[in-house]
């Protein structure tokens, strides 16, 4: 591996091993990385075709109520600038320009792990022996034991010969300090409620889990992947760097809500149409996968992990129904019932009458 020539770049090599091995080969690789990029590229376009060319409030002309008119003709504004520089058209544009930068960013870094892979990929075949097909089925042991034995003719290291174990701890060198930190209570990811009452509840979203890298985490080693002196020394230039990305998130973080609920309802709209309720499933959270993984455990295995423990937890958590929620919920099924039965009270009178105006809205409305 053209990585691995070089012990400086080691770890990097490692980690580039365990997520070829994890997402399967380069082809999945290739595939994966190029489909995201498009999928990304397509959202930013499109939210911004919504938040710029449409006017929804042109939806509710008479002409479209009537359909006497073409949607696009009425409701398609061709040129959004028209008006000049509104405060809306404005937002508009930063919002576009965030993302479009964004986007080239992934563009780069999908071009890296392209590249990164294909590197990956002349390792595995003519040192590992292994091709992308074999690589579907085979274990992770045993490529880390063709890895050590690969350093009996190659050397991957040159202070002193490789073990597995060697080999997971240079890929897990960020996470276990990571895990570490969360179960020693070293971060403080609480939020308190108090004008409601309710105690603190500890969270760990995955924007937060990217602030940690790029504060924490990217800026602990040094070249040689040991602690930097300075990183322990100089506790300001960590405050710094955190009051930074604070301001940041703050600043990008109304346009950030916007592209992620528009994201979140394209990827999952026709997930939540077909099996409604996977709207209210339970999953396990950014906190408990960080909680709950060992140290040295790769990405796949606490995954496999919390898969399987799925079922058990669920039913482990009704034992603990809440009285005052299922309350709440069989007072909004009483009224949505009521309802449901009212429309088929109608239905059975005269279907005609679903197909009349209510209060100026259509009845089924």
Not at 49 to 62: D, I, M
Not at 132 to 156: G, H, Y
Not at 184 to 202: D, E, I, S
Request: charged residues 20%; hydrophobic residues 45%.
């Amino acid at each position: 591996m053209k990585a691995t020539d070089n012990i400086d770049s080691a770890d990097f090599a490692y980690e580039n091993l365990a997520r070829y091995y994890e997402e399967k080969g380069f082809s999945v690789i290739l595939a994966a990385r190029t489909l995201n990029v498009l999928a990304l590229g397509f959202t930013v376009v499109f939210s911004g075709f919504l938040l710029l060319s449409v006017k929804w409030s042109a939806l509710h002309s008479e002409c479209v109520v009537a359909g006497t008119c073409d949607i696009a003709e009425v409701a398609i504004d061709r040129h959004p600038f028209a008006k000049g520089a509104t405060v809306w058209n404005c937002m508009c544009v930063m919002y576009l320009t965030i993302f479009s930068i964004y986007w080239l960013y992934s563009l780069g870094h999908a071009v890296r792990d392209i590249h990164a892979a294909s590197d990956i990929r002349h390792f595995t075949t003519h040192k590992l022996g292994l091709s992308e097909s074999q690589l579907k089925t085979v274990t992770w042991p045993e490529v880390a034991k063709r890895i050590v034995n690969v350093q009996n003719t190659t050397r991957l290291c040159i202070v002193r010969d490789l073990t597995e174990h060697d080999v997971v701890s240079r890929i897990m060198r960020k996470e276990n300090y990571l895990i570490g930190m969360l179960n020693k209570g070293v971060l403080a990811l609480h939020v308190g409620t108090p004008c409601f009452g309710l105690r603190k509840k500890f969270m760990l979203t995955k924007t937060l889990e990217w602030n940690l890298h790029w504060c924490l985490l990217d800026c602990m080693f040094g070249e040689d992947f040991r602690l930097k002196p300075a990183f322990l020394q100089d506790a300001k230039a960590l405050q710094r760097r955190f009051r930074c990305m604070a301001l940041c998130n703050l600043l990008v973080s109304p346009f950030l809500m916007v592209f992620l609920l528009i994201y979140f309802f394209l990827r999952n709209a026709e997930k939540f149409y077909h099996h409604p309720s996977s709207i209210g499933a339970r999953r396990w959270s950014g906190l408990a996968f960080w909680r709950m993984r060992e140290f040295n455990e790769l990405p796949h295995y606490i995954r496999h992990r919390l898969d399987s423990s799925h079922k058990a937890a669920e039913k482990y958590l009704q034992q603990f129904p809440s009285p005052g929620l299922t309350q709440v919920a069989n007072f909004v099924s009483f009224i949505a019932g009521s309802f449901a039965a009212l429309l088929l009270f109608m239905t059975l009178m005269d279907d005609f009458l679903l197909e009349r105006d209510l209060f100026g809205r259509h009845v089924v409305w």
